[in-house]
């Protein structure tokens, strides 16, 4: 519950993603904050390239390897999300619960950062699909990541939170009650802009970059499990299904490609691999008559998308950096972002990291040079 004194600081968060939204939440609701969210796009626009959180699958299904931080925020944010997924929760509407097959023939082992998944097994050479040599199989969840997002963004305005839509060039922009319905003087900023941190100005992170996919959404209600393919080559393939009855399903992820929209040759690309791995994606009739193609993929089609999630070398950003607010006065910038195709599911966990280091800024209440800690300056 939202709790204010005359103590409350003002706290804005630059980003409406998964991101944005869940540490304004988890920031607000620690009590002695008032939040508000500013952002150029909101869960409530249209589709675009500029904000990733949009096309996600997303299911959760960890790839932390030996990142022990992004290992601990997968598994917090999944306790979180899997209690939220229960049959009967509030929010099971936004949730599919459901098997996953994690098949791989790059020698990569996931056992240490997958094993605390519901029904943790690795599958037997009978149950590979072609191209795997391992295999390991577990419950997870998909979550529907456009009512999710319109979820948390009710969840934050239901506690009292207030947004605001600008498109900022400079994070300074947020300091001093230059945008209309921000605070005069807020007491800390939390950037949570994935893509935008390598342009947003004052922060220029050009370690930030995009890892262009392309995906595919089909109309397969009769698929109610997930697979992903990760192969020596370093292909890539998987389907997920979501609780609409959709199947999302991909196998394209490049580096540093700004591509804005689906490369028709990507399509039958995607489609082969994922038919590979699931042939029970072709409606059951055909099955039963015929081997499928994908030409019998392609009457499912009800979309297809690209996105530019934000990975970041060194992985998620989560720091402090302080700037001059004033010839007087410094304020904390929280950093939160860089979080690749693991946005969802890492949501809670870094969430509950930059309030953290937003606790720690303001309880110093001057800059302190240690790690993780450095000067700014605004212009
Ligand atoms: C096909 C696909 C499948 C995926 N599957 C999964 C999955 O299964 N599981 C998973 O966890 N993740 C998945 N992801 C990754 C996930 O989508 C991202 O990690 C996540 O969306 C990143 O969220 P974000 O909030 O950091 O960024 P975004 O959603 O891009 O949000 C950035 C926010 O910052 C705002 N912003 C930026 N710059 C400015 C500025 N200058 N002024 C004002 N506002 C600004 C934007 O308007 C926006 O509101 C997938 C991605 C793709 C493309």
Same mark, same amino acid.
């Given at each position: =519950?939202?709790? @204010?004194? #005359?103590?409350?600081?003002?706290?804005?968060?630059? %980003?409406?993603?998964?991101?944005?939204?869940?540490?304004?939440?988890?920031?607000?609701?620690? $009590?002695?904050?008032?939040?508000?969210?500013?952002?150029?796009?909101?869960?409530?626009?249209?589709?675009?390239?500029?904000?990733?959180?949009?096309?996600? $699958?997303?299911?959760?299904?960890?790839?932390?390897?030996?990142?022990?931080?992004?290992?601990? =925020?997968?598994?917090?944010?999944? @306790?979180? =999300?899997?209690? *939220?997924?229960?049959?009967?929760?509030?929010?099971?509407?936004?949730?599919?619960?459901?098997?996953?097959? @994690?098949?791989?023939?790059?020698?990569?082992?996931?056992?240490? &950062?997958?094993?605390?998944?519901?029904?943790?097994?690795?599958?037997?050479?009978? @149950?590979?699909?072609?191209?795997?040599?391992?295999? &390991?199989?577990?419950?997870?969840?998909?979550?529907?990541?456009?009512?999710?997002?319109?979820?948390?963004?009710?969840?934050?305005?239901?506690?009292?939170?207030?947004?605001?839509?600008?498109?900022?060039?400079?994070?300074?922009?947020?300091?001093? %009650? /230059?945008?209309?319905?921000?605070?005069?003087?807020?007491?800390?900023?939390?950037?949570?802009?994935?893509?935008?941190?390598?342009?947003?100005? !004052?922060?220029? *992170?050009?370690?930030?970059?995009?890892?262009?996919?392309?995906?595919?959404?089909? #109309?397969?209600? &009769?698929?109610?499990?997930?697979?992903?393919?990760?192969?020596?080559?370093?292909?890539?393939?998987? =389907?997920?299904?979501?609780?609409?009855?959709?199947?999302?399903? !991909?196998?394209?992820?490049?580096?540093?490609?700004?591509?804005?929209?689906?490369?028709?040759?990507?399509?039958?690309?995607?489609?082969?691999?994922?038919?590979?791995?699931?042939?029970?994606?072709?409606?059951?009739?055909?099955?039963?008559?015929?081997?499928?193609?994908?030409?019998?993929?392609?009457?499912?089609?009800?979309?297809?998308?690209?996105?530019?999630?934000?990975?970041?070398? /060194? %992985?998620?950003?989560?720091?402090?950096?302080?700037?001059?607010? +004033?010839?007087?006065?410094?304020?904390?910038?929280?950093?939160?972002?860089?979080?690749?195709?693991? !946005?969802?599911? +890492?949501?809670?966990?870094?969430?509950?990291?930059?309030?953290?280091?937003?606790?720690?800024?303001?309880?110093? $209440?001057?800059?302190?040079?240690?790690?993780?800690?450095?000067? !700014?300056?605004?212009?």
């Amino acid at each position: =519950m939202h709790r @204010e004194s #005359k103590a409350t600081k003002d706290v804005v968060v630059i %980003g409406a993603g998964v991101v944005g939204l869940s540490t304004a939440i988890r920031i607000q609701e620690e $009590g002695g904050y008032r939040a508000t969210v500013v952002a150029e796009t909101f869960p409530t626009d249209p589709k675009t390239i500029r904000y990733a959180s949009h096309w996600a $699958g997303a299911h959760h299904v960890s790839a932390a390897f030996d990142d022990k931080r992004q290992r601990e =925020m997968d598994k917090g944010t999944f @306790e979180i =999300m899997w209690k *939220d997924s229960a049959h009967g929760g509030p929010i099971q509407g936004c949730f599919l619960r459901h098997n996953h097959t @994690e098949f791989r023939s790059d020698g990569v082992d996931p056992t240490e &950062w997958l094993d605390y998944m519901p029904e943790f097994r690795s599958v037997s050479n009978n @149950e590979l699909v072609p191209g795997a040599t391992r295999g &390991w199989t577990f419950t997870t969840f998909t979550l529907y990541p456009p009512v999710y997002l319109n979820w948390l963004l009710g969840r934050f305005l239901t506690n009292g939170g207030t947004i605001v839509r600008a498109q900022l060039q400079h994070i300074s922009q947020a300091m001093h %009650g /230059g945008i209309s319905g921000l605070p005069q003087r807020p007491d800390a900023i939390v950037a949570c802009v994935g893509l935008g941190a390598r342009f947003l100005g !004052g922060i220029e *992170d050009k370690e930030v970059y995009p890892v262009r996919g392309q995906s595919i959404v089909l #109309k397969a209600p &009769w698929v109610k499990y997930s697979r992903t393919l990760s192969c020596a080559d370093g292909s890539y393939f998987y =389907m997920m299904p979501r609780v609409t009855g959709d199947v999302l399903v !991909g196998g394209i992820k490049s580096a540093n490609d700004w591509f804005p929209i689906p490369r028709k040759e990507g399509r039958d690309y995607i489609l082969a691999g994922v038919l590979a791995i699931c042939p029970e994606l072709a409606p059951p009739k055909i099955r039963a008559e015929r081997v499928p193609t994908i030409d019998d993929l392609r009457p499912l089609i009800v979309e297809e998308g690209c996105a530019l999630p934000p990975s970041r070398n /060194g %992985g998620i950003r989560l720091e402090t950096e302080w700037f001059k607010a +004033s010839p007087q006065s410094k304020i904390p910038v929280v950093y939160n972002y860089g979080h690749a195709g693991m !946005g969802f599911q +890492s949501s809670w966990g870094s969430a509950s990291i930059a309030l953290d280091l937003l606790e720690e800024a303001l309880a110093s $209440g001057e800059p302190n040079t240690s790690k993780g800690t450095k000067q !700014g300056a605004c212009p």
